[in-house]
């Protein structure tokens, strides 16, 4: 049985998204339009995960947590965990690599992190779209080392992408390449292929999900609530489509 999933959304945190788009608002549209699966990835920032977390346990929707970091090239990456401390922590070190900048919500947008029940818990100081001093290159293998995987973000956009900014999409450990329509007339070097919402505003959740080959109970084998199996959800994303 395949699962319904989308591992590119964006909530109140991401000052580019809807400031209406909490956690809580999220999961309750990812539930009515029928995802089973779902990833919060903020840009460069993973501190509306807690919250994100309690509340898919409650609507049933198997959480995965993580970022959409933006590499020194200004490539956008999916940076995905299925432990949600080992994200916050990557999340820790990420922003101690973030360009400095002070963010000004009048400008550029409000990046708040708020609890399950909308509270406001914060607000991020750096604007977090800015880039990491981190490239493409070494992205993978220092998430890695956290314990996640990454997947290159709609390398078929003409911004923000492999292809904007490197010309092509090139070699790494990539659990799977992210486009926006498939097939793609991009040479993706035959990585599996997803699709994702990328998701900013609430009318985007579940605009562009795709079929993950695996069961509920194989992908989060202790129930839900639990962490997801990251050997299985590797596994999984290998299954899919390569063209």
């Known amino acids: 049985m395949a699962l319904l999933t989308d591992l590119h959304n964006h909530s109140c945190l991401s000052p580019c998204g809807s400031l209406d788009l909490s956690p809580k608002y999220m999961v309750q549209l990812a539930a009515a339009r029928g995802l089973q699966v779902m990833a919060l990835t903020d840009h460069n920032s993973s501190l509306n995960c807690p919250a994100f977390a309690k509340l898919c346990s409650r609507s049933g929707i198997i959480p995965i947590f993580g970022m959409e970091a933006t590499t020194s090239e200004e490539i956008h990456a999916l940076c995905l965990f299925t432990d949600l401390e080992a994200s916050l922590s990557f999340s820790e070190y990420v922003y101690s690599i973030l360009v400095p900048f002070i963010n000004n919500p009048e400008k550029t947008g409000d990046q708040v992190y708020v609890d399950d029940d909308d509270n406001i818990e914060g607000e991020v100081e750096y604007y977090l779209v800015n880039p990491l001093d981190l490239s493409i290159e070494a992205i993978g293998a220092k998430a890695a080392v956290y314990g996640g995987i990454v997947i ?92």
């Open 152 to 243: 290159p973000a709609h390398v078929d956009r003409p911004a923000f992408s492999m292809t904007s900014q490197l010309g092509v999409v090139v070699e790494g450990p990539w659990a799977a390449i992210e486009c926006v329509r498939i097939p793609s007339d991009v040479d993706t070097l035959g990585y599996p292929l997803i699709t994702s919402s990328d998701a900013h505003y609430p009318e985007h959740i579940a605009r562009r999900p795709f079929e993950l080959d695996i069961s509920a109970e194989e992908l989060q084998p202790k129930g839900p609530g639990t962490m997801a199996d990251m050997e299985a959800f590797k596994q999984a994303l290998s299954r899919r489509r390569r063209k």
